[in-house]
């Protein structure tokens, strides 16, 4: 059975600081997902990272995937008060087709 | 183009009564998903349609929960003799499946079901 876990669950960071997010997941995956979700919003879709040393950027949010070591990283830089937010990781396991989230990590940027 | 949509956006029920719960997903997408996310969670899956049939439903809890999708389009998930314990928000996300290998999944609005 497929586990994702993240950490860390809670994140408090001064704007303009750099920080990592992590996620590990137990079972073999090559499809890794990446999502922001606002209070009382559904999950907006930030990354899908489909290969081992795929890396994806978009603003101040970095993504990457290791499937050897089954990790992946959400990276942080200079963080703004606007990433405020809480971030899934979400593993495919194979053709299964259903999507298997970490518990997520509550981000709060203070300015 | 459209996106996912969900229909009630939030629903407040009796323990004991019946309610349906409605998905329309992005036209054309052949693969629907249903999840359910208790407060601080990560959404946990329910059911998976490829097309009309149900290809994997081992997220269901009990037999109280129901989904169907008899076109390949809409789909609802029904749940009856609501307990307290089923509040939560119920997600449906859709993807193109067969024509997209990346299998990325987009979620709709949700559904909060509060049961008093």
């Known amino acids: 059975e497929l586990k994702v876990e993240q950490n860390p669950l809670f994140l408090s960071m001064q704007e303009g600081k750099n920080y990592t997010i992590y996620c590990n997941y137990s079972?073999?995956?090559?499809?890794l997902y990446w999502y922001r979700q606002d209070p009382g919003k559904s999950l907006e879709s930030l990354f899908v990272?489909?290969?081992?040393?795929a890396v994806k950027q978009e603003g101040r949010l970095m993504a990457s995937l290791d499937t050897k070591a089954r990790l992946s990283t959400l990276h942080i830089t200079a963080a703004v008060h606007d990433l405020s937010a809480t971030y899934f990781c979400?593993?495919?396991?194979?053709?299964?087709?259903?999507?298997?989230f970490g518990t997520g990590t509550r981000l709060q940027v203070t300015l | 183009g459209a996106g996912v949509s969900q229909t009630p956006s939030n629903k407040v029920t009796e323990k004991g009564k019946y309610v349906e719960l409605r998905c329309d997903p992005i036209?054309?997408?052949?693969?629907l998903y249903w999840y359910r996310q208790s407060l601080g969670q990560g959404p946990e899956f329910l059911i998976y349609?490829?097309?009309?049939?149900?290809?994997?439903d081992s997220g269901l809890p009990n037999d109280r929960f129901f989904a169907v999708r008899p076109e390949g389009s809409v789909s609802t998930l029904k749940i009856q003799r609501t307990e307290r314990g089923d509040s939560a928000v119920y997600l449906c996300?859709?993807?193109?499946?067969?024509?997209?290998?990346?299998?990325?999944?987009?979620f709709g609005p949700g559904t909060r079901l509060t049961v008093t």
């Open positions: 996300a859709s993807s193109a499946f067969y024509r997209d290998t990346s299998y990325e999944q987009y």
């Open positions: 036209s054309g997408h052949t693969a």
């Open positions: 349609f490829q097309g009309t049939g149900a290809a994997d």
């Open positions: 990272l489909l290969s081992n040393g």
């Open positions: 979400a593993a495919l396991a194979g053709t299964a087709s259903k999507l298997t």
């Open positions: 079972t073999t995956s090559d499809r």
